[in-house]
């Protein structure tokens, strides 16, 4: 730490606004926002902890100031100050900190301490630079000193460090702290959401072996429409229009494929075009669709609490959805036994709704389906099952991430119909790499089956969709 002239100067003024001070109460910024049991305490409170001199380093500075602020803050106080009344109090506090103990710092470094603890305090402490970042689409902490982040599909080490493991698991802290989650040896895992609506799931030891784990998955500040997705090279523009003719004709959709390939994104952007004048309702563990509609119910599944009591699963608010008078039912994703009850609420007169799964395929996606419904324990044959199926569902819209980074539609596959116990199938459009080595997506020069339907329900579906242009 540099200690010239001018970090002199610093002390000796911050110890003469801390003497001038009234040093047996906090000071009025700070009393503020202190909680209820700090707000008669003596300067003491504020001190920094002579453990941790041990060190001399900023960034031991910085966690262990840090420390003793988090102690004084009322978190429901900070959550309805401005910035600049936050900042105020990490101002004096920091003027008393630095007083009392004598701390070596440059004016340059003291500027940059009350930002951090800024960040720290209103942030997410040294991940906040990343999360004001467009390019990156996930953050992925490792313990203490891995911070991996993904930009366009490729996954990176960053420089980013958290001091110890105490500095990370208040930072985990902080970022539950908005959602009313929490993480601790008898709960270990956690999911919530940030304002900004960007998904998090948190685990911590005995689960996590090699320290407490954050996944941050980021969503764009705007959605990407179709026709955004279509010059990206995502979707050919042929599949996009018929995409388009197929939300609004209330085709029942499934979207499909791995992690992090982009099924939440297109479902947005299929979202879009439905008419505005049909009650949407949207049905997730944690709320991440992000729909402009005027006519929209969004519901959020709600884990058990701390005594293991309290849960709300998505199938039961996909029941209660049917009692709320829904036109579409949009489910974020189907994981278990509110498959069936999806299905069945395509299938008795709720068309046009949605959901995703995870699948490696269309075919995989139907068989997943399969297994989602035998686990709602209903005896019903498997023949039952896969007519539910083929009655159902219109479409299986599939999603992957190539080895580049990119995300590309790879198939639209009708669902074309149950022959003698099985679900037939046919693709409208695939995406493969050509003799060029050009990956892109191709018309298989079949007309749909449902061209009948979507004449019904008012949609002109052109034949010139799906064939190769000339």
């Known amino acids: ?45 504020l001190t920094y902890r002579p453990a941790a001199q ?50 070596p710092l440059s004016a340059a470094e003291r500027a940059q301490l009350a930002g951090d603890l800024l960040y720290e305090i209103l942030g997410l402490g040294p991940l906040t630079p990343l999360m004001t970042d467009p390019t990156i689409t996930d953050i992925l902490v490792n313990g203490t000193a891995e911070v991996f982040v993904e930009r366009k599909g490729i996954l990176e080490l960053t420089d980013v460090r958290f001091n110890d493991e105490e500095h990370l698991m208040l930072t985990i802290e902080r970022i539950l702290m908005g959602s009313g989650r929490r993480v601790d040896e008898a709960t270990p895992l956690a999911d919530a959401r940030l304002p900004d609506g960007s998904r ?44 388009k003719l197929a939300v609004r004709a209330r085709l029942n959709i499934v979207v499909s494929g791995g992690t992090g390939s982009g099924k939440t994104t297109l479902l947005n952007a299929l979202a879009e075009h439905i008419p505005a004048r049909e009650r949407i309702i949207t049905i997730e ?9 005027p006519h929209l119910v969004a519901l959020e599944a709600r884990p058990p609490n701390v005594e293991g009591l309290g ?12 009692r709320m008078r829904p036109d579409r039912i949009i489910v974020g994703e189907s994981r278990g036994p509110e498959a069936l009850d999806m299905l069945q609420a395509m299938n008795t007169g709720h068309d046009g709704s949605m959901t995703t799964l995870h699948a490696n395929a269309p075919r995989d996606a139907l068989a997943r389906l399969e297994t989602m419904m035998l686990m709602a324990d209903v005896d019903l044959p498997q023949r039952v099952l896969r007519d539910q199926i083929g009655s159902a569902l219109h479409l299986v819209v599939h999603l992957a991430r ?10 639209i596959t009708e669902v074309a119909g149950v022959d003698d116990g099985v679900v037939l ?41 799906f064939r190769e242009p000339a």
């Open 285 to 293: 563990d944690t709320a991440e669709l992000r729909l402009p509609h």
């Open 200 to 243: 998090v799931n948190v685990i911590i030891p005995p689960l996590a072996v090699r320290g407490p784990s954050i996944s941050i998955r980021r969503f764009a500040v705007r959605n990407l429409t179709l026709d955004a997705l279509a010059g990206q090279g995502a979707i050919s523009r042929p599949a996009a229009e018929f995409l």
């Open 425 to 465: 199938t046919q693709d409208l459009f695939t995406t493969r790499r050509d003799e060029r080595g050009e990956v892109r997506m191709r018309p298989m020069g079949t007309t749909p089956s449902f061209k009948e339907l979507m004449y019904q329900n008012g949609t002109t579906l052109d034949d010139a969709l």
């Open 402 to 411: 190539l080895q580049d980074g990119s995300r590309r539609i790879m198939n």
């Open 54 to 103: 041990e060190s001399s380093g900023y960034g031991r500075i910085r966690h262990d100031l840090y420390r003793g602020l988090v102690e004084i803050l009322n978190p429901q106080a900070v959550a309805k100050a401005t910035i600049d009344q936050v900042q105020a109090a990490i101002d004096e506090y920091l003027d008393n900190a630095i007083a009392a103990n004598n701390l």
């Open 311 to 322: 849960a709300i699963p998505i199938r039961a608010l996909v029941r209660n959805a049917l």
């Open 1 to 45: 730490m540099a200690d010239d002239d001018r970090s002199i100067v610093d002390r000796r003024e911050s110890l003469r606004r801390a003497n001038e001070a009234d040093r047996g109460l906090l000071t009025s910024r700070l009393r503020a926002l202190a909680r209820p049991t700090q707000r008669e305490s003596g300067l003491e409170a």
